[in-house]
């Protein structure tokens, strides 16, 4: 097993890619390779009074888990489901075979928070859609960590997730340590320092995401200033990604399928004066 870890021996380094208020730091097709099932990771950070409303749009094969740290979120499925959830709180809307939604952020102060997209295995990727929300109250918390998604230290996720992952929130103050032991089984580890200065692996992460090679044990993490950071850690995930606009799949039929329904969904919905006419 790897000891140690250099800032050489870290996989992958990136920043992102900002568009106006949305900073995309991993992508299907990049950095999503390396750490699949997670395959997609949005940061999102406005100012407050409104924020960033997306309209109707269409999944499949994939879960998106969202992270509204200080904003509040209004959410709709074309099945007719619309939930609130709090600022803190999840809002998680598996796919499966085909599903579209839309949601609009709330919030007076200035808005943090994070999208993810889980591809979803072949027993869950063409499955019926559903979606939970999550209030903050309800977030498992310990000490410094947020358990998103997956088991930490005897917490557990209230999603039902069929991936073998774990999703973490990080909150450290200055000159305060912390150690993740991977759980049985995950080979691979990434973390995005949102605020501070993240020490690790004989580096500074500030507003970065990084993956840490593969047979790690142990990785210690101290904070340089206030920090916040998510942290995943996944077990092998033995499936090729294939790749539509809006959907990510683990085989060229499933995908077929997944995007056939989703276009006859919004054929519907056009139909029904939901979509403006394409």
Known sequence: ?????????????????????????????????????FVFLDYIEAQGGGGPQFGFHPHS??????????????????????????????EWMMAGSGIWHRGRAFSQVPMRGFQIWFVMPPSHELSKPEALFIQ?????????????????????SPIPSPNDVTYVWVSLQD??????TLPEGHERVWVFAQEGDLQVAGTSLHRELAVFPQGL????????????????????????????????????????????RIQAIGDEMRSLGKLAAA
Not at 69 to 88: L, P, Y
Not at 139 to 149: I, S
Not at 175 to 180: L, R, S, V
Request: proline content about 8%.
């Open 61 to 90: 094969g994939i879960a998106t888990l969202t992270f509204p740290m200080t904003f509040d979120v209004e959410h709709e499925t074309s099945q007719g489901q619309i939930d609130h959830v709090k600022a803190g709180g999840l």
């Open 136 to 156: 903050p109250s309800d977030v498992p918390t310990q000490g410094p960590v947020k358990v998103l998604l997956g088991s930490y230290q005897g917490l557990h």
């Open 217 to 260: 044990q142990h990785i210690g993490f101290k904070a340089k200033g206030p920090c916040g950071f998510l942290l995943g850690s996944t077990a092998p995930y033995p499936h090729d990604l294939h790749m539509g606009y809006y959907s990510v799949h683990n085989s060229a039929d499933a995908l077929v399928q997944g995007e056939a």
């Open 1 to 37: 097993m790897t000891t140690s870890i250099t800032p050489a021996s870290l996989v992958y380094r990136t920043e992102g890619k900002r568009h106006g208020p949305i900073t995309r730091l991993v992508s299907p097709s990049d950095v999503g390779q390396l750490i699949k099932p």
């Open 175 to 180: 000159g305060e340590d912390w150690t993740y």
